[in-house]
């Protein structure tokens, strides 16, 4: 399995089918066999992260693989497959609007996403800014999904303080303030804050 050299960018897709026709897990599927008829096992999925219409997250991709989302290889393009992650939401938003519930996920997501590898918005971008394509669609709401990013969470001071510091790191899923803590997270970041030389001091 190939590995990205670098996360830099976020590229936002569609997969293409109307959220009418399927459920989620079966939408899910259908992307999962669009995928293997043309590349085989090669690939777990074409995008990293998909939310489904219901605001169900599915995990694609594991972060930091390669997976061929862009349109472009490595060295082909300044955004490739080798340095950006990608997104997809469950629908044809060339037919639909994006459901409340989806863009609430997607916007949680993404905020997630632009903290823990420090992406600006600048960086997020509609698939067809880069190939030729419909996706994501005329009725995807970028310029909307690009105001809500903007506005700061209220855990974000608190995330960057911690990264900083090196008290919190997050994990695979970056930081999720909604969740409930695990005694053992709870522990470790103790213990990383008593072992802080200015805290200790």
Not at 72 to 77: G, H, I, L, S, V
Not at 147 to 155: A, F, G, L, R, V
Not at 175 to 180: E, I, L, S, Y
């Amino acid at each position: 399995m190939e590995h990205m050299t670098n996360v830099q960018y976020i590229v936002l897709h569609h997969s293409g089918i109307n959220s009418s026709k399927l459920r989620e897990i079966e939408h899910f599927q259908s992307i999962q066999n669009t995928l293997h008829l043309k590349y085989g096992s090669q690939f777990v999925l074409q995008y990293h992260h998909v939310v489904g219409h219901l605001g169900t997250l599915f995990k694609g991709q594991p972060e930091g693989e390669v997976c061929p989302h862009v349109g472009y290889d490595q060295y082909e393009n300044d955004i490739h497959n080798w340095n950006a992650l990608g997104v997809c939401c469950m629908g044809n938003f060339e037919e639909e609007f994006m459901k409340p519930v989806q863009y609430e996920s997607l916007i949680k997501l993404l905020r997630g996403l632009k903290i823990k590898y420090s992406i600006p918005n600048f960086r997020i971008l509609r698939h067809n800014t880069i190939i030729p394509t419909l996706c994501p669609g005329v009725h995807y709401p970028y310029n909307e999904i690009m105001n809500s990013i903007t506005e700061k969470p209220w855990y974000s001071e608190a995330v960057e303080f911690c990264l900083q510091k090196g008290i919190m790191t997050g994990d695979e899923d970056g930081f999720r303030p909604d969740d409930p803590v695990l005694r053992a997270e709870l522990a470790s970041v103790l213990y990383r804050m008593y072992t802080l030389d200015e805290i200790r001091r």
